[in-house]
């Protein structure tokens, strides 16, 4: 429990710094009792002196109250800090889902540096659970990501709507169809990502649509489930999809995209409805909105 008021520790650093209860007393415009009775108060909390007060001698500083004043002093300085900090010295904090981070993220800084040349812009990946976590605790402002983990205390914003993909090595009997359906998976060894809201969603709506799960890997990132999928270990489903048909070790890897209706997801940008979204906040917002429609 804390015993000292931020008051009282201002009252301490004027005595400390005028010398004098009286002169103090001035510059605070309190009465000398009253500032007496203050400092007296903090000692007592403290059980210790930090003034030696002799009457007809000037106020001195014990060497208990010069660490102590300095202490108070550094305590003051933060919360004047606090106090007089304003949004405007604050980045606007852009999130988005790390596994469409290259593409959705660069994008948007760039575009919001040009649109807002006088905001700061600092850009953070992260995975669902994290991105929940910085929106609600004010760490972050607003979110590209899939509408995953988000529930009705978040707003969102659609940006567009998307269809997953296979992956597949080019010898696998999916990859010579244009398109496939989720059925044509049934009984399939599947490689789904391993993070945790991602793994639910693809189990549920997998399920909805009657596909026996055969969940053979759990990638803990895009790059490792198109590799798995590449050397034949089986189907990967995501999302997400690289402009590229090489995996990172090499090896070709094919998307067929699945065009079943129910398997389509949204991409949206997510703030909490908590936050008092301020005009420019807003007019961010829907900036992010337009310069990520196309991609």
Not at 145 to 166: E, M
Not at 216 to 237: D, F, P, T, W
């Amino acid at each position: 429990m804390l015993y000292i008021t931020l008051r009282q520790y201002e009252y301490t650093v004027a005595v400390a710094d005028a010398g004098s209860l009286t002169e103090a007393a001035q510059i605070l415009n309190v009465s000398q009792p009253s500032l007496s009775v203050a400092i007296t108060r903090v000692e007592t909390a403290l059980r210790r002196e930090i003034f030696v007060r002799r009457k007809g001698a000037a106020i001195k500083l014990t060497p208990f109250g010069h660490r102590f004043v300095q202490q108070a002093r550094d305590l003051l300085e933060t919360a004047t800090s606090i106090e007089c900090a304003t949004e405007a010295e604050r980045p606007f904090v852009l999130g988005c889902f790390e596994d469409i981070a290259p593409w959705y993220l660069t994008k948007a800084l760039a575009d919001l540096r040009v649109r807002f040349p006088d905001t700061k812009f600092k850009g953070k990946e992260g995975r669902f659970s994290d991105l929940a976590a910085d929106i609600s605790h004010g760490r972050m402002d607003v979110a590209i990501t899939y509408d995953v983990g988000f529930d009705s205390g978040f707003n969102r914003r659609k940006i567009k709507q998307v269809a997953p993909v296979a992956f597949v090595s080019p010898d696998h009997p999916l990859a010579k169809f244009p398109a496939i359906e989720l059925h044509d998976l049934k009984d399939l060894p599947l490689i789904l990502s391993a993070e945790e809201l991602s793994l639910g969603y693809i189990r549920r709506l997998l399920g909805e649509q009657n596909v026996t799960l055969n969940v053979e890997h759990e990638a803990a990132s895009l790059e490792m489930m198109r590799s798995l999928a590449a050397h034949g270990e089986g189907v990967g489903i995501s999302y997400s999809v690289p402009p590229t048909d090489i995996s990172y070790d090499g090896k070709p890897v094919v998307s067929v995209p699945i065009n079943t209706p129910e398997a389509s997801a949204d991409i949206v940008l997510v703030w909490t409805a908590l936050a008092d979204t301020s005009p420019s906040s807003q007019s961010i917002i829907e900036a992010i909105g337009v310069c990520n429609h196309d991609i």
